[in-house]
């Protein structure tokens, strides 16, 4: 009986010194980032050529021309001649890795894609001459991931390099969340 009370006296102090022992928290794995391709949510601009059709709100969401045409699904601007701009929000900002811009008429006329942050402000990640060669076409604008997050893109347009309308049926961010 005395045997049986020693072995529980230290089967208790084994149960009590177990208990007293701090336990590291597993850490926690590392979420993989997602990417994210959106599409525009909404869309100001420069000018329109009328509305609905060939309105700004023709760039919200995928793309739905094929084809290389006069299409009024897409945006085109008011003179077809100019400087012109469409501003493109998001829904959800993030890390950006690449603006996609899908022209479906008169390509030749896109000059600059600025990213804009959460806080408004801008950045400027293509500047040139767009390809006037491949219609329908996108334009992809590929850079590293950015640091901080995008909620925005506006894209410039000079038509004077063209002397006619550029058409735009959407625009898609990509990003890590």
Known sequence: MKFTRYMFVILAVFVLVACGEEVEP???????????????????????????????ERVIGPP???????????????????????????DQAVYATEVRIYQTFGRGALSRVHLIDEAGGQQLVWEGTD???VCPGVLSVSMPRTGYRISGVRIELDESRTGFWNQIDAVALIGMQ
């Open 131 to 133: 390809a006037v060669d």
């Open 64 to 90: 739905e021309i094929e084809a290389c045409v006069d299409d009024p699904r897409a945006w085109a601007s008011a003179r077809g001649n100019g400087l012109e701009w469409l501003l493109i929000h998001f």
């Open 26 to 56: 597993e850490a926690a794995p590392t979420p993989t980032p997602t990417v994210l391709v959106q599409w525009a949510a909404d869309v100001q601009a420069s000018s329109e050529y009328a509305r609905p059709d060939w309105s700004a």
